[in-house]
Antibody, heavy 124, light 106 residues
Framework: QLLLQESGPGLVKPSETLSLTCTVS??????????WGWIRQPPGKGLEWIGS???????YYNPSLKSRVTISVDTSKIQFSLKLNSVTAADTAVYYC????????????????WGRGTLVTVSS | SYELTQPPSVSVSPGQTASITCSGD??????ACWYQQRPGQSPVLVIY???KRPSGIPERFSGSNSGNTATLTISGTQAMDEADYYC?????????FGGGTKLTVL
């Protein structure tokens, strides 16, 4: 069974870079059948998509975060990563990695598998 | 930017039908999906491509999407269905989530 697991520091200082990794176990990340994404949820608030990446390296980013976000994939390590720079307290959230099936059409986006999430707090 | 609007809360009695709406401009021309999120847990996909249920999701969950509104319907609502529900769509190369609806089973 495919599992996604987020990892990374739980505390980041303001103005620094938040770095998280999602490890995919029990399956392959190198498939055109899927793309991989990051979604976050501030405490007590709703879901916000950060961005997604195909194994080929093609990326889509939330326009509101695009200037600060980089998502990359390492197929050899079966991981994909998130970097968010110049963080502030507003970036405090639970960060989820998730899988999107890519065979249903270019406009058919949904996430069918999620990691457990990791809380990242931005504070000095 | 595209927006999806959900009611903040919906209440339903056990055994009754709950309907949660999601509104967006010409949403019926896009694919909508729905997630259930219980407290302290990750979101779970319950409806995708407007009407389809993933494997393992009970038949009491159904979806529709027409005009400007997508609707998640839960028939014979159970106490375990109490959760936050989020709609989501794709517009202009962006994933958009609704603000979420807290379903209370009284």
């Amino acid at each position: 069974q495919l599992l996604l697991q987020e990892s990374g520091p739980g505390l980041v200082k303001p103005s620094e870079t938040l770095s998280l990794t999602c490890t995919v176990s029990g399956g392959s990340i190198s498939s055109s059948s899927y793309c991989w994404g990051w979604i976050r949820q501030p405490p007590g608030k709703g879901l916000e998509w950060i961005g997604s990446i195909f194994y080929s390296g093609s990326t889509y980013y939330n326009p509101s975060l695009k200037s600060r976000v980089t998502i990359s994939v390492d197929t050899s390590k079966i991981q994909f990563s998130l970097k968010l720079n110049s963080v502030t307290a507003a970036d405090t959230a639970v960060y989820y990695c998730a899988r999107r099936p890519a065979l249903g059409g270019s406009s058919n986006w949904y996430f069918d598998l999620w990691g457990r999430g990791t809380l990242v707090t931005v504070s000095s | 930017s595209y927006e999806l609007t959900q009611p903040p809360s919906v209440s339903v009695s056990p055994g009754q039908t709950a309907s949660i709406t999601c509104s967006g401009d010409k949403l019926g021309d896009k694919y909508a999906c729905w997630y259930q999120q219980r407290p302290g847990q990750s979101p779970v996909l319950v409806i995708y491509q407007d009407t389809k249920r993933p494997s393992g999701i009970p038949e009491r969950f159904s979806g529709s999407n027409s005009g400007n509104t997508a609707t998640l319907t839960i028939s014979g609502t159970q106490a375990m269905d109490e959760a936050d529900y989020y709609c989501q769509a794709w517009d202009s190369s962006t994933v958009v989530f609704g603000g979420g609806t807290k379903l209370t089973v009284l």
